[in-house]
């Protein structure tokens, strides 16, 4: 039993129409979920730099805070670890006195403040000294697609370690 002739014009018209439509909302919304996607992969791709920055802090001051080891070494590791996720070229890295800061009154100075601080020499530093290392790097320079809007950034830690 086939369909009267009437109804297979009518059939097709919708499915002609039903296509037309497919592509009018496929070109609203997949801009967006672009956008959506490649949002979730930068934001992922900022939190890995974040974290990798801060583990090669944490470990350049443990690598720092034991006797004979010079400022320019713990330098030198951060960079080293650094290297696989930014270009150290863009990299901020300080290493700094933090003898003003210990007190028992708790502090959060800010990265400014922190960057005031006097240099210190890890190899020349007493014992129980307390010194921080600071790393910074700017949003724009580690971006997959780097945005205008997100200029000035900066993605930035700093770890507090005493001088064994």
Request: proline letters at 4%; charged letters at 25%; aromatic letters at 6%.
């Given at each position: 039993?086939?369909?009267?002739?009437?109804?297979?014009?009518?059939?097709?018209?919708?499915?002609?129409?039903?296509?037309?439509?497919?592509i009018?909302?496929?070109?609203?919304?997949?801009?967006?979920?672009?956008i959506?996607?490649l949002?979730?992969?930068e934001?992922?791709?900022?939190l890995?730099?974040?974290?990798?920055?801060?583990?090669?802090?944490?470990?350049?001051?443990?690598?720092?805070?034991t006797?004979?080891?010079?400022?320019a070494?713990?330098?030198?590791?951060?960079?080293?670890?650094m290297?696989?996720?930014?270009?150290?070229?863009?990299?901020?890295?300080?290493?700094?006195?933090?003898?003003?800061?210990?007190?028992p009154q708790?502090?959060?100075?800010?990265?400014?403040q922190?960057?005031?601080?006097?240099d210190?020499?890890?190899?020349?530093?007493?014992?129980?000294?307390?010194?921080?290392?600071?790393?910074?790097?700017?949003?724009?320079?580690?971006?997959?697609?780097?945005?205008?809007f997100?200029?000035?950034?900066?993605?930035?830690t700093?770890?507090?370690?005493?001088?064994?």
């Amino acid at each position: 039993m086939s369909m009267p002739l009437l109804q297979r014009r009518r059939a097709a018209r919708i499915r002609d129409e039903r296509a037309g439509t497919t592509i009018v909302e496929t070109a609203f919304v997949l801009p967006v979920f672009l956008i959506f996607v490649l949002g979730i992969v930068e934001l992922g791709n900022a939190l890995m730099v974040q974290n990798t920055l801060r583990s090669a802090c944490r470990a350049g001051a443990r690598y720092g805070s034991t006797e004979g080891r010079s400022t320019a070494e713990v330098k030198d590791r951060i960079e080293e670890i650094m290297a696989a996720s930014v270009d150290v070229a863009n990299l901020s890295l300080f290493i700094k006195d933090a003898d003003t800061l210990d007190t028992p009154q708790p502090q959060s100075p800010s990265g400014t403040q922190i960057e005031a601080l006097p240099d210190i020499e890890l190899g020349d530093t007493d014992v129980s000294r307390l010194f921080v290392v600071r790393g910074t790097v700017g949003y724009n320079e580690l971006a997959i697609i780097p945005m205008t809007f997100m200029e000035g950034v900066t993605l930035s830690t700093q770890i507090f370690m005493r001088h064994e």
